[in-house]
């Protein structure tokens, strides 16, 4: 990367974009519904289990101009989903005003790591033990998606619970490859405790992207 993208890069002009596509969203409050997902490079949160893992890497992914990713997306469907990676590693301004200004709803994917930017209006926040929230980010949550790959985890997702807003919607989602070990704990977890939801990842089932 040179001197001139680095500068656009930190503008939110230029953006690293592993790929774009339109689909269905798979999981959480919005699963089933439409909505063109634009997945930026770059994470360094490291999670062991993470199904993307080739998007760690920033610089494997082409910079693309922010505002004529956000036309693309903008030309399939009014829903648009930021997902990563970790998207917040970037300056979103300049994507999600021209996102807006197309008429576009903004949801962002993020574990909450790096400071808030841009103009959201979903946050599904999935906290990572690796790098945890920003503490301005729980109350902004509108859903908080709590990924379980052991027991602990309950623990955990009950110790981010206890961060966010009333009104945060509550998610457990089994780590894919432990879904048959961990759905039936999940089920059970949620019988005690009714204020969480079941998130099961449908565009897996639907061999969607």
Not at 24 to 30: D, I, N, R, Y
Not at 124 to 139: H, M, N, V
Request: overall charge negative; aromatic content about 10%; glycine content about 6%.
């Amino acid at each position: 990367m040179n001197k001139e993208e680095d500068i656009l890069l930190k503008e939110g002009k230029m953006l690293p974009v592993m790929e774009h596509f339109y689909t269905l969203q798979g999981e959480g409050a919005h699963t089933g519904k439409a909505a063109y997902f634009i997945r930026l490079g770059g994470c360094d949160v490291g999670c062991h289990w993470c199904d993307v893992k080739e998007s760690w890497d920033p610089e494997l992914h082409p910079l693309m101009n922010a505002a004529e990713i956000a036309e693309t997306a903008a030309k399939h469907c009014k829903t648009v989903v930021l997902t990563g990676g970790e998207p917040l590693m970037w300056n979103l301004d300049i994507l999600t005003s021209k996102l807006k200004e197309l008429g576009c709803t903004v949801h962002i994917e993020t574990s909450g790591a790096y400071p808030m930017s841009g103009n959201l209006d979903w946050i599904t926040l999935s906290p990572k033990k690796t790098g945890l929230p920003k503490e301005e980010i729980y109350q902004k949550a509108h859903e908080l998606k709590v990924i379980i790959f052991n027991q602990h985890d309950f623990t955990f997702a009950q110790e981010q619970a206890s961060k966010v807003s009333e009104n945060c919607k509550l998610y457990l989602q089994s780590e894919w490859s432990k879904r048959d070990d961990m759905y039936p704990k999940i089920t059970d977890f949620i019988l005690e405790h009714p204020e969480w939801q079941a998130s099961v990842q449908t565009h897996k089932y639907l061999n969607i992207p």
